[in-house]
Nanobody
Framework: QVQLVESGGGLVQPGGSLRLSCAAS????????MGWYRQAPGKERELVAI???????SYADSVKGRFTISRDNAKKTVDLQMNSLKSADTAVYYC?????????WGQGTQVTVSS
């Protein structure tokens, strides 16, 4: 059983920064994708940033240049550094790990950008 635990959400002013962390436990296939998605009220869940085991990344256009994803394969962790935050970034952020035979989600962490 794979479990993902997120941390680091909270309230921040526009222009501020936050760092989200996600730790996975359990058996995970060695070649996988870890990343972050978000869901704002009344909207569908969307991809924010993902990173493969080999280090390839993909970002939503709306966060390019502001967010940076990183991971530690040995520790099974993935982080999201979020800078220059905007009110539009307010959402519940979910960690996800997936491969050909499995997909797992964390419980989500709230990020609120407001003055």
């Amino acid at each position: 059983q794979v479990q993902l635990v997120e941390s680091g959400g909270g309230l921040v002013q526009p222009g501020g920064s936050l760092r989200l962390s996600c730790a996975a436990s359990g058996t995970i296939f060695s070649a996988n994708v870890m990343g972050w998605y978000r869901q704002a009220p009344g909207k569908e869940r969307e991809l924010v940033a993902i990173m493969t085991t080999d280090g390839d990344t993909s970002y939503a256009d709306s966060v390019k240049g502001r967010f940076t994803i990183s991971r530690d394969n040995a520790k099974k962790t993935v982080d999201l550094q979020m800078n220059s935050l905007k009110s539009a970034d307010t959402a519940v952020y979910y960690c996800r790990v997936y491969w050909s035979a499995g997909s797992y989600w964390g419980q989500g962490t709230q990020v609120t950008v407001s003055s």
